[in-house]
């Protein structure tokens, strides 16, 4: 596997639920990234992991949980969703602070839905 | 807050010709970077260009190329000789240029313009 992997890549779910997204990056990063993508809206920013340490939580629901066990993986937790909470889940990586490493690489995405 | 703006919902070009995709954005810093991504239907995002705000320079890479003008807060992408494979969605980004902070790390999107080319 080369890049950024993520699984599954399509989810459906109940509001009762509980499920877990992963993402794994193959670069060698030490920064991590979950993304939103919903139709019509700017990509949001979810969470930022550096060297395994949360750096960011962009006002996200507890709903959503994130998990970096190490610089190579990423998870998203998630339990009683809402249907508006169906999107395009993104994980990314980076190298890290400096600026010459600054490109995020993506992952395919997990197309969730929640009914 | 850094915003960006594409204009654009949705362009559409002829194989082999030009198009320029639009992007402004907001911000009261100096130091900055601008990317351009690139997202096809099988939804892997990757990164098509990027530009620093000190560079007046404008970046290139093979057919892509941006015009960057840092007063006006304008970063247009030009695609020349359009092939079926640039069909996408494109995205415009921000990036703060400081070095410190969580905050540094997070790319501002454009909603995106779609862009479709004809055969």
């Known amino acids: 596997e080369t890049g950024v992997t993520q699984t599954p890549r399509h989810l459906v779910m109940g509001m009762t639920n509980k499920k877990s997204l992963k993402c794994e990056q193959h670069l060698g990063h030490n920064a991590m990234y979950w993304y939103k993508q919903s139709a019509k809206k700017p990509l949001e920013l979810m969470f930022v992991y550096s060297l395994e340490e949360r750096v960011e939580n962009n006002s996200v629901p507890s709903r959503f949980s994130p998990e970096c066990p190490n610089s190579s993986h990423l998870f998203l937790h998630l339990h009683t969703l809402q249907p508006e909470d169906s999107a395009l889940y993104l994980c990314?990586?980076?190298?890290?602070?400096?600026?010459?490493?600054?490109?995020?690489?993506f992952g395919p995405g997990t197309r969730l839905t929640v009914l | 807050a850094q915003t960006v703006t594409q204009s654009q919902p949705e362009m559409s070009v002829q194989e082999a010709e030009t198009v320029t995709l639009s992007c402004t954005y907001d911000t009261s810093e100096s130091d900055y970077y601008l990317f351009w991504y690139k997202q096809p239907p099988s939804r892997q995002m990757i990164l098509v260009i990027r530009?620093?705000?000190?560079?007046?320079q404008n970046a290139t890479e093979n057919r892509f190329s941006v015009n960057f003008q840092k007063a006006a807060k304008s970063f247009s992408l030009k695609i020349s000789d359009s092939q079926l494979g640039d069909a996408a969605m494109y995205f415009c980004a921000y990036r703060s240029g400081g070095n410190s902070g969580g905050s540094n790390y997070k790319l501002t999107f454009g909603k995106g313009t779609l862009l479709t080319v004809n055969p």
């Open positions: 990314a990586s980076s190298q890290g602070e400096a600026s010459w490493t600054i490109e995020q690489f």
């Open positions: 530009q620093e705000a000190y560079k007046q």
